[in-house]
């Protein structure tokens, strides 16, 4: 309205303060349709600033010197805002993508996914937009990856430059690993009504059988998905080596059901992740959580509950700390969880082999656990172990949060350290130990005293070389809680013991 007035003349951008200390930064790869407005980043400076800390300053310069020709492809972008999002990319969210599927439709996923994350409390979020044409591969790293040379980075591999980043997501990825021609859930078929006359104005349209449009019947085309073993092999392969501090979220893949004539979880997906659980490399899946179902809505095509989870889990590690689960919380969204599962399914899904389901709870939509498929812990430290049972508690999302907050920090400390101190100084040990000590007072590490919470001793290695053994105890969510009721003749007793 108030465009129209001043015939858009004045365009507001909102931009909110700027926040250079975050536990836990976002950043989503995803594909951008339509127009693009390289000049709009030009007036961003905190952006181009924290784009030129990354390394791709080179990439700055080009922008500056010719901004009509230049192209923002596998280059992160830091954006505070949806606003921001859309006026750098303003046919995003309405403009068709190249792949198009029956269920998720001919719009991406970004966008939405974008608006999802700053909804639900994201502040920082790292945007890398991937050209269509290069389909799936474009999310991943190529051949001549040198994390020397920023130039040769793409797909995943550029957010390998970014030390602040701690999760990823890759909502378009999980798009293109939508069948094209996957059905719907059928809807309830109605008898056909009684003949009769009608007024040329009133509509017969019942909303209930299926039609099928020119969109839908041109599929045939469209290329088929990667094996989801595959996706798994290129995103963990770089961050398993060089970035252990980053989650991955990432969405179960859909397949058909016959058994319910539905879609549902691909079991080939989950019987994968079963046979990599019993596998050597089985400690490389602490680096991703799994979620499922998906989101959808009145009128809406198919969309990835990436954006909610991810925004929600960074507002609540800058509001409480990253190692608080948002299980239970309220997540905001104009969708609901698609396909719905049974209480049962639920269970089995979190217990074997543990993936994060979302349920539509008085009318509002939650985790129900924040599930890991393995321990968050090194490999050594449970793959010989008698019994894997005493290393479930370490199954949780937000410890695998925690540890790389803790990488994240302390990388920061030894950067400032490194020109600034003498072996000798006392300095830096009592540093990280204050740190340590906030940490356990704000109930990230468990004990009676801190003492109990963390140990940290210096460990003789030379005259230039200061070597600091840290040792912690993180706090174990709540699993879950067992009442026993004991009935001895007519005395009830009662126990109650969180598992």
């Avoid at 005493?390 to 925690?402: K, N, Q, V, W």
Wanted: proline share 8%.
């Amino acid at each position: 309205m108030m465009q129209d007035l001043l015939a858009r003349r004045i365009q507001l951008t909102p931009r909110p303060q700027n926040d250079s200390a975050l536990p836990l930064e976002v950043a989503m790869l995803g594909h951008c349709p339509g127009r693009v407005r390289p000049e709009r980043l030009l007036a961003l400076k905190d952006a181009l600033a924290a784009i030129r800390q990354a390394g791709f300053g080179e990439v700055i310069d080009q922008i500056l010197t010719n901004p009509a020709c230049a192209s923002l492809y596998h280059l992160p972008l830091p954006l505070h805002s949806a606003s921001e999002f859309h006026d750098i990319f303003p046919d995003a969210a309405s403009a068709p993508a190249q792949y198009r599927s029956s269920l998720a439709g001919n719009l991406a996923w970004l966008a939405p996914c974008v608006e999802d994350f700053f909804a639900n409390g994201g502040h920082r979020l790292w945007v890398v937009v991937i050209p269509e044409e290069e389909s799936q591969q474009g999310f991943f790293a190529t051949e001549n990856t040198d994390l020397t040379d920023t130039s040769t980075l793409r797909g995943i591999a550029t957010l390998l430059a970014v030390p602040s980043v701690g999760s990823i997501c890759l909502p378009d990825l999980e798009r293109l690993q939508i069948p094209a021609r996957l059905p719907d859930i059928p809807r309830v078929r109605l008898d056909n009504p009684e003949p009769a006359f009608l007024p040329c104005s009133q509509s017969l349209d019942d909303d209930h059988r299926e039609r099928r449009n020119t969109s839908e019947m041109a599929l045939d085309d469209l290329p088929e998905p990667i094996e989801f073993q595959r996706v798994l092999r290129e995103v963990l392969h770089w961050l398993t080596r060089y970035r252990p501090d980053i989650q991955c979220l990432l969405t179960l893949p859909l397949a058909y059901a016959s058994e319910i004539d539905s879609p549902d979880a691909d079991p080939e997906a989950l019987e994968l992740l079963t046979n990599m659980q019993l596998s050597d490399a089985a400690h490389h899946l602490r680096q991703v959580q799994f979620f499922y179902p998906y989101l959808r809505g009145q009128g809406r095509a198919l969309l990835s509950p990436v954006g909610i989870v991810s925004g929600k889990q960074a507002a609540t590690a800058r509001s409480a700390g990253p190692w608080r689960s948002i299980a239970g919380q309220p997540m905001v969204s104009k969708n609901l969880p698609y396909p719905r599962i049974k209480r049962a399914g639920v269970v089995s899904l979190r217990e074997r082999p543990g993936i994060s389901i979302l349920e539509l709870r008085n009318n509002r939509i939650e985790l129900d656990d924040e599930r890991l498929c393995v321990p968050a812990l090194p490999a050594d430290d449970y793959r010989h172990a008698a019994s894997l049972d005493r290393f479930d508690g370490y199954r949780s999302a937000e410890l695998m949060r925690l540890m790389g907050y803790l990488r994240r920090q302390l990388r920061q400390f030894g950067e400032q350290l490194v020109f600034n101190s003498d072996v000798n100084d006392p300095r830096p040990k009592l540093l990280i130990e204050h740190f340590l000590r906030q940490l356990w007072q704000r109930g990230a590490l468990r004990g009676e005293r801190s003492e109990h919470a963390f140990s940290l001793r210096q460990i003789p290695a030379g005259e230039s070389t200061l070597l600091l053994e840290i040792e912690i105890a993180p706090a174990l969510p709540i699993d879950r809680i067992r009442l026993t009721f004991t009935n001895s003749g007519t005395d009830w007793q009662t126990e109650v013991r969180s598992v």
